[in-house]
């Protein structure tokens, strides 16, 4: 029963963690899309910025989950915050919803290929660790030899 509760523990506290994360970097990539948006920059840079910070938390957050949450909150953001009426939410404009949809999608893909990289690095990491055992273990074996 302790082990259960341990592990549900552990999960809650990545979830939480996972979401602080989320929610830093797109604290940060809003800032820094409103400085942009306050230096006159063309506003098609402001969906970079929502991008980077799509990558971003795929790329510090475990699994797919956060990847497209963080998706979706660009989307939001973006239509919140820097598109006409700003701050409030209006998909219904000309044009709007087909731009957010590609935004959406392509963030999607975004968090899902970062991901998959991620866990393709992962992997990677523990073939290479199996791998040298058999051979460290050889290393052992000779040395003892040598020094007798």
């Known amino acids: 029963m302790k082990r259960r509760s341990k592990s549900f523990e552990f999960h809650f506290t990545m979830i939480l963690y996972d979401l ?12 820094f899309a409103l ?25 510090i957050t475990s699994g797919y989950f956060w990847g ?6 660009g989307v939001v953001g973006v239509n ?7 701050f409030a939410l209006n998909f219904t404009l ?3 919803p087909v ?4 935004l959406l999608l392509m ?5 899902a290929l970062t991901a998959k990289v991620k866990q ?22 000779a040395q003892r030899k040598q020094h007798r």
């Open 94 to 96: 000309a044009g709007y």
């Open 107 to 111: 963030s999607i893909l975004t968090s």
């Open 35 to 59: 400085c942009l948006q306050e230096a006159d920059v063309m506003n098609d840079n402001i969906f970079g910025v929502y991008m980077l910070a799509v990558a971003i938390t795929s790329s």
């Open 120 to 141: 393709a690095a992962i992997l990677s990491s523990i073939r290479e660790k199996t791998c040298r055992k058999p051979e460290l273990h050889e290393q052992s074996i």
């Open 99 to 102: 731009t957010f949809g590609i």
């Open 20 to 31: 602080f994360k989320t929610i830093l970097v797109f604290l940060i990539a809003t800032t």
């Open 68 to 73: 497209i949450v963080a998706s979706f909150c």
């Open 80 to 86: 919140f915050f820097f598109t006409f009426p700003y």
